[in-house]
């Protein structure tokens, strides 16, 4: 069963915490200063510095803040973006929902696929080919607001797929990429900018890679597949 958010982060809270526990553990015992001393130089009470380092207080920020003042070291926290947020807008849905109605049968669908290492993060879809022996990680954008960002972020997701829990069911297949965007003005003018470096990234013609996903035709390599959205639901839209 997979972890909800809360417990996922849960654990990364848990992993910083014992982090920076063992810095201070490590830091007080190169310099050779006790707990007492590290209080009467921090402020910080002797007693609640004592369960510290027994690892039954956790400290807040502030206070790793006022002990790495005596012991010549600077508390740093930051946010490193992984492998792309998980909150999804409201057309991916819609998207996947016609995708998977217009999958050949020989194609076999996974949603919503979890990789753990060298990167961690979800793919939205994974299309699975026993035939060709073929895995195509399948990204779906209604924006592209930061593209050299996405397109390294879909490379790095689908190089991780063999984390994937359920990655040795489908023997090991020779992994591809798809990306499926949403046709606005917005989107267009974004593609026309960096035409080249999409077209290093998906050399595949989109009208070819249509053609595989809803017949038999072979996979033609990573592609990028636009889309439009309206009251009449999604549609592919032709060529690149």
Known sequence: MS????????????????????????LCADAGISIRELSRASGVPNGYLARVFQGEAQPSLETYAKL??????????RLYPNTGPEIRDRHQAGILEWLLGVLHPRWRPFSEVRVWQPSKGWIDAVLHEARATLAVATEIESELRRLEQQVRWHEEKALALPSWRDWEELGEPAISRLLIVR???ATRAVAREFA????????????????????????????L????????????????
Do not use: C, I, N, Y
């Not at 470096?197 to 890679?209: E, I, N, S, T």
């Open 3 to 26: 972890k909800s958010p809360a417990e996922l982060a849960a654990e990364r809270a848990a992993t910083v915490r014992a982090r920076l526990l063992h810095d201070l553990r490590t």
């Open 68 to 77: 790495g003042g005596p012991l010549g070291a600077d508390l740093s926290a």
């Open 183 to 185: 046709r606005t003005r």
């Open 196 to 223: 080249r470096q999409l077209a290093l990234a998906f050399p595949a013609h989109p009208d070819d890679a249509m053609a595989a996903l809803t017949g038999t035709t072979p996979w033609p390599g990573p592609a």
């Open 225 to 240: 597949v636009w889309v439009t959205v309206d009251k009449r639901g999604v549609r592919f839209a032709p060529g690149r």
